[in-house]
T-cell receptor
Framework: QKEVEQDPGPLSVPEGAIVSLNCTYSNSAFQYFMWYRQYSRKGPELLMYTYSSGNKEDGRFTAQVDKSSKYISLFIRDSQPSDSATYLC??????????FGQGTRLTINP | NAGVTQTPKFRILKIGQSMTLQCAQDMNHNYMYWYRQDPGMGLKLIYYSVGAGITDKGEVPNGYNVSRSTTEDFPLRLELAAPSQTSVYFC??????????FGEGSWLTVV
């Protein structure tokens, strides 16, 4: 079983829709939870990070963590074509190893 | 991408050749990582370091070596290149485990 599971998609939604991206994990030692955005042929870009259960909001993005269910989500409101990218969840445990999900390829259609 | 520089950006190697991918950061961060990303896949950890003089294996270390003699530099060495090492390689650095920034990537083809 992979430590972090993420549906690779692809996911295609119309402009303005609310997007929900999700990951599950199996390692209870994970302490920090991150979301990265990666455009084609570019390095991953850190979007948000959280370390406790609950919600964290930053503009149109909301990160949600449920440690009891080992489930994290990223919501994108009022999605824009410029949000089209691959979104990767990532987690860090006690050994400071950053472990990634497979990534979900998202397309926002104008 | 904040302060992580990778060289070269593109390289073609012949089977059996060796090379070093360079990674430098100017942020004085303790943590540095090397990942590889195959087409349509997530990032797999090759090696990481929590400070100068300390390195540890990740998920896919075979065929690679690293060193961390200074805080700034974390080179990745490929010995006896194989076609399976054709990939995009990303270096990352961070002050703590939760704010980690990536370089632009190095595209490697082994033929």
């Amino acid at each position: 079983q992979k430590e972090v599971e993420q549906d690779p998609g692809p996911l295609s939604v119309p402009e303005g829709a609310i997007v929900s991206l999700n990951c599950t994990y199996s390692n209870s030692a994970f302490q920090y939870f991150m979301w990265y955005r990666q455009y084609s042929r570019k390095g991953p870009e850190l979007l948000m990070y959280t370390y406790s259960s609950g919600n964290k909001e930053d503009g149109r993005f909301t990160a949600q963590v449920d440690k009891s269910s080992k489930y994290i989500s990223l919501f994108i409101r009022d999605s824009q074509p410029s949000d089209s990218a691959t979104y990767l969840c990532a987690m860090v445990g006690g050994a400071q190893k950053l472990v990634f999900g497979q990534g979900t390829r998202l397309t926002i259609n104008p | 991408n904040a302060g992580v520089t990778q060289t070269p950006k593109f390289r073609i190697l012949k089977i059996g050749q060796s090379m070093t991918l360079q990674c430098a950061q100017d942020m004085n961060h303790n943590y540095m990582y090397w990942y590889r990303q195959d087409p349509g896949m997530g990032l797999k950890l090759i090696y990481y370091s929590v400070g100068a003089g300390i390195t540890d294996k990740g998920e896919v270390p075979n065929g690679y070596n690293v060193s961390r003699s200074t805080t700034e530099d974390f080179p990745l060495r490929l010995e006896l290149a194989a076609p399976s090492q054709t990939s995009v390689y990303f270096c990352a650095a961070g002050y703590s485990g939760n704010t980690i920034y990536f370089g632009e990537g190095s595209w490697l083809t082994v033929v």
